[in-house]
């Protein structure tokens, strides 16, 4: 594998439940980001971890938990997600200086 | 709060004109652009970096502009193909260091007709 990798590449889930998005990248990078793409709205960065600490939520509600086990893979947990977070989540890495950021393919969720 | 938009939202061209994608944003301290290409239904591929300190920069038939001090960014396409057709993203980042903030514009979607 190589770049950034995102798991599932699809999701459909009711509002009760819980489910976990993955991320992992391949590029010895020390920062990891998610962004949020929703339709006719600019991507909206979610949550920032630099050198495996978190450094930015950007006013996230809580039914969303990031976790950054190590430099190379953050997680999303979801629970009792609203149809409105429908959206396309992206992952991305970048060194923190340079801050050059690469993308994952994206999880495509559909909340119920 | 920074603010990036581009213009146009959409458009179509033949194949093979040359072509310019704008970008403009409203606070002029950023520390570099980013100009992203998105198919549809797929994440992100970066094009083109401009650090805040240069002008422009190339690859292929890609080439980026940077005018910071009056807060524009052009993308030139030459030649154009339709495999060039996608969704070209442009964002801008305020800082250094940890928790630094890329700003998207809502993109330019491009079309390129045989």
């Known amino acids: 594998e190589t770049g950034v990798t995102q798991t599932p590449r699809h999701l459909v889930m009711g509002m009760t439940n819980k489910k976990s998005l993955k991320c992992e990248q391949h590029?010895?990078?020390?920062?990891m980001y998610w962004y949020k793409q929703s339709a006719k709205k600019p991507l909206e960065l979610m949550f920032v971890?630099?050198?495996?600490?978190?450094?930015e939520n950007n006013s996230v509600p809580s039914r969303f938990s990031p976790e950054c086990p190590n430099s190379s893979h953050l997680f999303l947990h979801l629970h009792t997600l609203q149809p409105e977070d429908s959206a396309l989540y992206l992952c991305?890495?970048?060194?923190?200086?340079?801050?050059?950021?690469?993308f994952g393919p994206g999880t495509r969720l559909t909340v119920l | 709060k920074q603010e990036v938009t581009q213009i146009p939202a959409a458009l179509s061209v033949p194949e093979g004109e040359n072509l310019v994608l704008n970008c403009s944003f409203t606070?002029?301290?950023?520390?570099?652009l980013q100009w992203f290409r998105q198919d549809p239904g797929k994440g992100l591929t970066s094009l083109l970096l401009i650090q805040s300190s240069q002008r422009e920069q190339t690859s292929g038939r890609l080439n980026a502009s940077l005018d910071k001090s009056s807060g524009r960014s052009t993308l030139y396409i030459a030649a154009s193909q339709p495999g060039d057709s996608a969704t070209y993203l442009c964002a801008v980042l305020m800082g250094t260091g940890g928790g630094n903030k890329l700003t998207f514009g809502t993109g330019t979607q491009l079309k390129v007709e045989l």
């Open positions: 590029l010895g990078h020390n920062a």
């Open positions: 971890y630099s050198l495996e600490e978190r450094v």
């Open positions: 991305a890495s970048s060194q923190v200086v340079p801050n050059e950021q690469f």
């Open positions: 606070d002029s301290a950023i520390y570099n």
